[in-house]
């Protein structure tokens, strides 16, 4: 049976909370037309509301439950001393307006991970500001614009994008007031050096190269891209996703990017809360480090007190605020926990995870890149012997299984893709009990080619009729819609 | 599955049909852009009064997982839209030549006809890329 | 401490199979000049001790748990049931990622759905997505979007300057590349009619902000049809405690109603995660960016959610998307819909009343001083303006450091000429002592 909408849960007078009683005497009320007749909201008891969401819990899966090889995602393990420390009273009821002298603690704590993030990276400056990585991205390529605008380069209006890149990259190009130009890549999965060479002109604004890239390969000629793109006049913009497989192992800076977004929800475990919160802050070069987004913490000397303050050419801010602390908060723990040592045992041992797996799996699926991989990399989901088989139904199968499903049909130079990140938290056992469980469903394609397409057989619903819900749109629960 | 191609329409190598009648000209998407879509969930249609240039994005047609620009065969302006996709846009599926049409609009450049292909050419091309496209 | 599961033995097993000999043969296509830099942090740390070093520093800021604070200003400071964080802490929910596969997240997918039922209860509007980061940046959304309503045809945006000004300086971040030309920011004192007069033919939509950042609650009659008579959008800013009394925005023909939701059930998290309610009419949502769930049926013909509309999204869309956001704020938007089903219909309504009688009872003992002076020319909500007989970061000043309390938002700060004007909240959380201790101090500290 469904879970009920809290609505239909509940009953005309039922209350789920008391309020304190009315204390001070009562002010007349504005006038008639300002105040509102109708609140349509549920009326329950707090026993409804809690198991109502215990129950709805029981129908999603998280990491907790299980491996969550969702490439480009990073679904690591999310340690639950973060949890604790994100609502320490001192950190969880502080208001963003208060006095610096009454919130040294967070401004410490925010100075301390731009400086961690700045010493991962090699970058001379970070904001914290960015919501998300999209908001990074954003961000990112504004600094890019206004950087030309400030040296009277308006003209630079073309961003220029690999096509193995995330969608995000060129939206936000688009948002930005600027015009991608696609970029090929070669048949090793790097971006191809004539495509590029040919598309660089003094209207190169810049270059949003993800490296590892989507198809978690690592670009091997990431140095010479970036000389290319500065001495055509251009910045590189690094798309931070997969930051997860280099950390340790290379700095960004030092690979010749200028600015890059950090996804504090991927690389450095906080959750991802079924869809955000997020963080996306931004790292710098010293050609940007002025024109981030603020404000940001700041310390006149060792010992003295933080404060906030707007960089000096910075393009404003792109939220209220100063980011996500509380996501911030979780992120520096981490950080602490790990050190120098641990982050890069996390990316050494992510990207030994993911090629384990490749060892396994491109012995079933065709592996279109046969190089060593990073902390992911993308098979084909097609099927020799079992033509109607997509990758979709082996995604779903994979449910069955006890397992959530690789990302699909992304990037989408690969068709049919299914791109695998196991990441750093996943046991060997619980990697072999994945590569067992996709060469077993390719056996299934072969030979019962119905559950896969049927699959998932035990999930807590069958699948979904996408097409209705997007012809027939319902977008809210209304009372007595149903038939 | 080989494409239904109407004969008394021409077409453009994007996958768009328009049939000439006399100063006017309904226009849509052709049985085989409808098939590589398949379920079409929303069309983007132009307002009535607007003018296009030949190749002009005029519309654009939604699957759940994919959105196509759709591109105007010939220039002039949108004199009636096929109000009917809004609530039933499966019509493109079904009858793409008929019920499924998505713009009728004045013929700004009636030279601009000779250079579409006409059915026969059409079916050719979508042979080619149903070949090319088969995997 | 590391959550590296492996042992020796596992790697050494590991490695044979993709046949290498050592983890670092695994990175040869980074550059070696450029490999295995050093990073320069401290040493790995236990939980233990890092758990130390964060209580530490939490102890360094004034918690409102515990400290009198007149704060709001775009950040309010509201009780939350306990339910809501017990939910919250539902790793189900918070390990888990976008739900992009809804037979097993149903849960997650559910919960969206209601979240954006209540959004459109509490606004009066017909469609919500499933929100974004926060009210600043669901104005930009909003800007843009009216942009796009308008076929890039019109290039012009009527903005109050009663708006919050950190969500007018989010807003022109987000358009510094688009050809937008903003007016009406530069009298805060102007009456709705007058900015509603500032529309014309190539307005994309003119916002305001109700309660506005002072506190004003603003008379919107007639806005929707000076907005409509040229094709704009009208766009109003609330805050969702506020719609618990106030009439909201959708009855008043509103076109798109958003605001940041903090206030209802998530903590004040220093400025964030908080997230920004979006609710617009049903024959916009195609020009709506975020995420947005929509319901229908499984193979069975059992009802169940999934994510819909997501043509108009980047990973779809790429260049042509209606916004590059990949997300909402998943978590917190659960939070708003558990504690708006806590308090429910009349909870709601409680909490506002609340706050509105509170903050009154504060703005007429406050004028009642000799040195100060409320402006009470408009309705307020539960923020009102005082004058102060001296610049306002003085009277905090006095007001923290000799009675412990955090006094108001001195206005100075985003509004030059403002310096003695201090914005004054009372929430529920202000107890009528708490609200008598301010103004005795404030009486104290006048001079």
């Given at each position: 049976?469904s ?11 039922r209350?789920?909370a008391?309020l ?6 009562t ?6 037309e ?6 349509p ?5 707090e026993?409804?509301?809690?198991r109502?969401?215990?129950?709805l819990s029981?129908?999603?899966y998280?990491?907790?439950?299980g491996?969550?090889?969702?490439g ?8 639950k001393m973060?949890e604790d ?11 963003p307006?208060?006095?610096a ?5 967070s ?14 990276s090699g970058?001379?400056?970070v ?24 040296r ?32 090929k ?13 040919a ?26 891209i970036?000389?290319?793109?500065h001495?055509a ?29 950090y996804?504090?929800?991927k ?21 940007l ?5 603020g404000?940001?913490?700041v ?12 960089p ?7 939220k ?17 926990m ?6 890069r045992q996390?990316?050494?041992i ?13 012995e ?22 079992a ?14 299984y ?7 049909y ?37 030979t ?6 049927e ?5 807590p ?22 038939d | ?39 079409i ?13 030949q ?7 939604e ?46 450049d009636?030279?601009?006809i ?11 091309f979508?042979?080619k ?7 | 401490m590391s ?10 097993e ?32 236990s939980?233990?001790d ?17 400290t ?18 017990h939910?919250?802490l ?39 997505n ?27 945006v009527?903005?109050?300057?009663s708006?919050?000004?950190e ?10 590349g ?5 007016v ?40 929707a049809e000076?907005?409509?008579?040229h094709?704009?959008?009208?766009v ?9 009394m ?19 059930g ?26 947005l ?26 260049d ?12 917190n ?15 709601l309504?409680?909490v ?10 504060a703005a ?5 001083l ?7 020319s ?6 009102f ?24 938002y001195?206005?100075g ?5 403002m ?25 104290e500290?006048?001079?």
């Amino acid at each position: 049976m469904s879970e009920p909408i809290i609505y239909e849960l509940g009953a005309a007078g039922r209350r789920g909370a008391a309020l304190p009683a009315l204390d001070v005497p009562t002010a007349a009320l504005p006038d008639e037309e300002s105040l509102r007749n109708e609140l349509p909201l549920p009326e329950v008891s707090e026993v409804d509301v809690m198991r109502h969401y215990v129950r709805l819990s029981q129908l999603n899966y998280g990491v907790d439950i299980g491996m969550y090889p969702l490439g480009s995602c990073t679904m690591k393990y999310n340690p639950k001393m973060n949890e604790d420390a994100a609502r320490l009273a001192g950190f969880s009821h502080v208001h963003p307006y208060q006095p610096a002298e009454t919130v040294q603690g967070s401004l410490a704590l925010m100075y301390g991970l731009q400086e961690a993030l700045k010493a991962i990276s090699g970058f001379c400056g970070v904001s914290l500001q960015p919501a998300a990585g999209a908001h990074g991205e954003f961000t990112g390529i504004l600094m890019i614009r206004a950087y030309h605008l400030a040296r009277g380069d308006a003209h630079r209006d073309i961003v220029l994008i690999p096509d193995s890149a995330h969608g995000t990259n060129p939206a936000t190009t688009s948002m930005a007031g600027l015009t991608m130009v696609e970029l090929k890549s070669d048949g090793r999965g790097n971006v191809d050096l004539d495509d590029l060479k040919a598309h660089l002109s003094n209207r190169t604004a810049g270059m949003m190269l993800t490296n590892p890239n989507t198809l978690g390969l690592f670009d091997e000629h990431v140095l010479e891209i970036s000389e290319l793109v500065h001495q055509a006049g251009g910045l590189m913009y690094g798309d931070g996703a997969n930051l997860n497989a280099i950390m340790g192992i290379a700095k960004p800076a030092e690979l010749g990017f200028d600015v890059m977004h950090y996804n504090l929800h991927k690389t450095f475990s906080t959750p991802h809360g079924g869809g955000g919160p997020g963080s996306g802050p931004v790292g710098a070069s010293e050609a940007l480090v002025d024109f981030v987004p603020g404000p940001v913490a700041v310390r006149a000397d060792a010992e003295g007190p933080y404060s906030l303050v707007m960089p000096s050419q910075s393009i404003g801010r792109v939220k209220a605020f100063y980011g996500h602390f509380g996501v911030i908060v979780r992120a520096y723990a981490y950080i602490c926990m790990l050190g120098a040592e641990g982050l890069r045992q996390a990316s050494e041992i992510a990207v030994l995870n993911a090629n384990y797996l490749q060892s396994i799996l491109k012995e079933v699926l065709p592996l279109p890149y046969d190089r060593t991989c990073m902390h992911e990399f993308v098979l084909r989901g097609q099927i020799e012997g079992a033509p109607d088989v997509h990758a979709l139904d082996i995604s779903k199968r994979l449910i069955d299984y006890g397992v959530h499903p690789p990302t699909n049909y992304f990037p989408l130079i690969v068709p049919e893709a299914l791109m695998i990140e196991p990441t750093e938290t996943e046991s060997k056992r619980s990697l072999d009990h994945f590569a067992q469980a996709m060469v077993g469903i390719v056996q299934e394609a072969r030979t019962a080619p119905e559950l896969l397409h049927e699959a998932p057989h035990h999930a807590p619903i069958r699948r979904l009729d996408e097409v209705r819900a997007a012809r027939q749109l319902v977008l809210r629960w209304q009372p007595n819609a149903q038939d | 599955m080989a494409s239904n191609i109407n004969q008394d329409c021409l077409y453009s190598q994007s996958h768009e049909w328009v049939r000439v009648e006399g100063d006017t000209a309904y226009a849509g998407i052709t049985d085989y852009a409808q098939s590589q879509l398949s379920d079409i969930v929303y069309v983007e249609l132009p307002e009535v009064g607007t003018t296009y240039a030949q190749g002009d994005n005029f519309a654009v047609v939604e699957s759940v997982k994919a959105a196509s620009d759709c591109y105007l065969s010939l220039s002039g302006e949108i004199i009636e839209v096929n109000e009917a996709l809004e609530s039933e846009p499966e019509l493109v599926n079904s009858d793409p030549y008929g019920k499924g049409w998505f713009v009728r609009l004045a013929i700004a450049d009636a030279s601009e006809i000779e250079g579409l292909m006409s059915p026969s050419d059409y079916a050719e091309f979508v042979a080619k890329a149903e070949e090319e496209g088969g995997h | 401490m590391s959550y590296v599961p492996h042992t020796d033995s596992d790697v050494s097993e590991m490695l044979a199979r993709i046949g290498v000999s050592d983890l670092q043969e695994l990175f040869t296509a980074v550059p070696a000049a450029v490999r295995f830099p050093a990073i320069d942090l401290a040493a790995p740390r236990s939980e233990l001790d890092v758990m130390q070093e964060l209580k530490a520093l939490a102890a360094q800021n004034a918690a409102l748990d515990s400290t009198p604070s007149f704060l709001g200003a775009g950040a309010y400071h509201h009780w939350v049931p306990s339910v809501v964080n017990h939910v919250l802490l539902r790793s189900e929910f918070y390990t888990a990622y976008t739900p992009y596969q809804p037979e097993i997240s149903q849960g997650t997918l559910q919960a969206i759905f209601e979240y954006q039922t209540m959004i459109c209860d509490l606004t009066a509007m017909e469609v919500s997505n499933a929100s974004h980061y926060d009210g600043a940046t669901a104005m930009a959304e909003a800007v843009i979007m009216s942009l796009s309503a308008g076929r890039g045809r019109r290039n012009r945006v009527v903005l109050s300057g009663s708006v919050h000004p950190e969500y007018r300086q989010t807003v022109h971040t987000y358009t510094q590349g688009m050809d937008v030309v903003f007016v009406g920011e530069d009298r805060p004192g102007a009456t709705a009619k007058e900015l509603g007069a500032l529309v014309d033919d190539s307005t994309a939509c003119l916002i305001l902000q109700s309660p506005d950042f002072f506190g004003r609650i603003v008379d919107l009659r007639g806005l929707a049809e000076a907005a409509h008579a040229h094709k704009a959008l009208l766009v109003v800013a609330s805050n969702p405690i506020a719609l618990g009394m106030l009439k909201p925005a959708g009855e008043m023909g509103a076109d798109i109603v958003l605001g940041d939701g903090q206030p209802l059930g998530n903590s004040l998290s220093f400025g964030g995660p908080h997230l920004g309610f979006f609710a617009t009419r049903q024959e916009l949502v195609r020009r709506m960016a975020g995420r947005l769930v929509g319901e229908t049926v499984d193979a069975d013909g059992k009802r169940g959610y999934v994510l819909t509309l997501s043509t108009r999204e980047q990973h779809i869309r790429r260049d042509k998307a209606t916004s590059n956001i990949c997300t909402n704020q998943g978590l917190n938007a659960l939070a708003a819909a558990v504690y708006l089903a806590t308090l429910g219909k009349q909870g709601l309504r409680q909490v506002a009343e609340l706050c509105y009688h509170r903050a009154h009872y504060a703005a007429a003992a406050i004028d009642a001083l000799d040195a100060y002076h409320v402006d009470q020319s408009a309705p307020f909500f539960h923020e009102f303006v005082v004058s102060c007989p001296r610049p306002a970061s003085e009277i905090n000043a006095a007001l923290w450091d000799r009675h412990g309390i955090i006094g108001g938002y001195a206005l100075g700060s985003a509004y030059p000429g403002m310096e003695r004007q201090m914005l004054i909240c009372v929430t529920e959380m202000n107890s009528r002592a708490q609200i008598d201790g301010l103004v005795s101090a404030l009486q104290e500290v006048a001079k």
